[in-house]
C-alpha cells in the first residue's frame, strides 16, 4: 500500500517576517542607555546607598568566610 504525500496548495512565501513592536520597547533600552551613559559622564550625582550597619557586617563577614 503506498501513502499519499500531501502537497500545499500555496507556496511558502520567502520574504521577510512582519513583527511590529510597541513604542515602549525601543523608548526603555533608549531610556536606560541614556540614564547609564549620565551617570557615567557625571559619576558625582550617582551616590551609593547607605545601608544598615548589620547588613554591611553580614556581608563582610560572609566576604571574609569566602575568601578563606
Known amino acids: 500500500m503506498s ?7 500555496h ?3 520567502t520574504g521577510g517576517v512582519d513583527i511590529r513592536l510597541p513604542w ?5 533600552p533608549a ?5 547609564l551613559l549620565v551617570l ?4 558625582s ?3 551609593a546607598a547607605s545601608g544598615d550597619p548589620a547588613i554591611t557586617h553580614l556581608v563582610e ?8
Open 3 to 9: 501513502a499519499r504525500t500531501h502537497s500545499r496548495p
Open 11 to 13: 507556496p511558502a512565501t
Open 24 to 28: 515602549w520597547a525601543l523608548a526603555l
Open 31 to 35: 531610556l536606560a542607555f541614556v540614564a
Open 40 to 43: 557615567i559622564l557625571n559619576p
Open 45 to 47: 550625582d550617582a551616590h
Open 61 to 68: 563577614r560572609a566576604q571574609q568566610l569566602l575568601a578563606r
